[in-house]
């Protein structure tokens, strides 16, 4: 069964551009969550998408974003970067059938310069 | 919202010896308890979970306890390998149908010294 995958894994974008990421979950997996992942503040919760609808949020501005299509796939944009949005970016993709236990990605690691 | 602290934020053993990570969470509704393992360059992995239903669970040489009136767990790992070492975030959340959202601590380093 294949895993979570993120596309792609490394970006190097400008102060000022925008970014989007992509994310696939397991095959069968309905809900799709972000967290941005930095040494300093550790793993923080951007969003989460079940059925196309964001069910939850966490506090960054709304420079970010998100969707969820229909076959669950899922992206996220940062628009405007600025430097301290360099950090990983995990994908995790979650079921009632996996008893809500997250699997996650490898993750897109961004680096604004 | 939920917060989750880990302490320390590094520890080392010799191998074959024990590690235990303590977690205390503040939301007493929190009912989903899972450890994620990171090795470098990869996402977290999911090792071993409990709900709070269940006071201990085990699996090889991991074990997860809860104590639900302290709100605080621990995962336990026996006769530790080199291979062990990595970065183990614990985490809590209100698993439910409608949300799966997850509130990590900050996680810990492990290194096991052959």
């Known amino acids: 069964k294949a895993g979570v995958t993120q596309t792609p894994r490394y970006l190097i974008k400008t102060r000022g551009q925008q970014v989007t990421l992509s994310c696939s979950p397991i095959?069968?997996?309905?809900?799709v969550s972000w967290y941005q992942q930095t040494p300093g503040q550790g793993l923080q919760f951007l969003f989460e998408?079940?059925?196309?609808?964001?069910?939850n949020k966490g506090n960054f501005p709304g420079r970010f974003s998100g969707r969820q299509f229909s076959n669950s796939r899922s992206e996220m944009n940062v628009s405007t970067l600025e430097l301290g949005d360099s950090a990983l970016y995990l994908c995790?993709?979650?079921?009632?059938?996996?008893?809500?236990?997250?699997?996650f990605g490898s993750g897109t690691r961004l680096t604004v310069v | 919202g939920e917060n989750v602290e880990q302490h320390p934020s590094t520890l080392s053993v010799q191998e074959g010896d024990s590690a235990v990570i303590k977690c205390t969470y503040s939301?007493?509704?929190?009912?989903?308890f899972p450890w994620y393992k990171q090795e470098l360059g990869k996402g977290p992995q999911l090792i071993i979970d409990?709900?709070?239903?269940?006071g201990e669970k085990k699996d090889q040489r991991i074990a997860v306890t809860l104590n639900k009136t302290a709100k605080h767990f621990s995962l336990h790992i026996t006769e530790t390998q080199p291979e062990d070492s990595a970065v183990y975030f614990c985490?809590?959340?209100?698993?439910?149908?409608?949300?799966?959202?997850?509130?990590f601590g900050k996680g810990i380093t492990l290194s096991v010294r052959p």
């Open positions: 995790a993709s979650s079921s009632r059938a996996s008893g809500y236990g997250y699997t």
């Open positions: 095959s069968g997996h309905r809900s």
């Open positions: 998408y079940f059925s196309e609808t964001q069910r």
């Open positions: 939301d007493s509704a929190s009912n989903y």
């Open positions: 409990i709900r709070s239903n269940v």
């Open positions: 985490a809590a959340s209100i698993a439910s149908g409608a949300n799966s959202k997850l509130t």
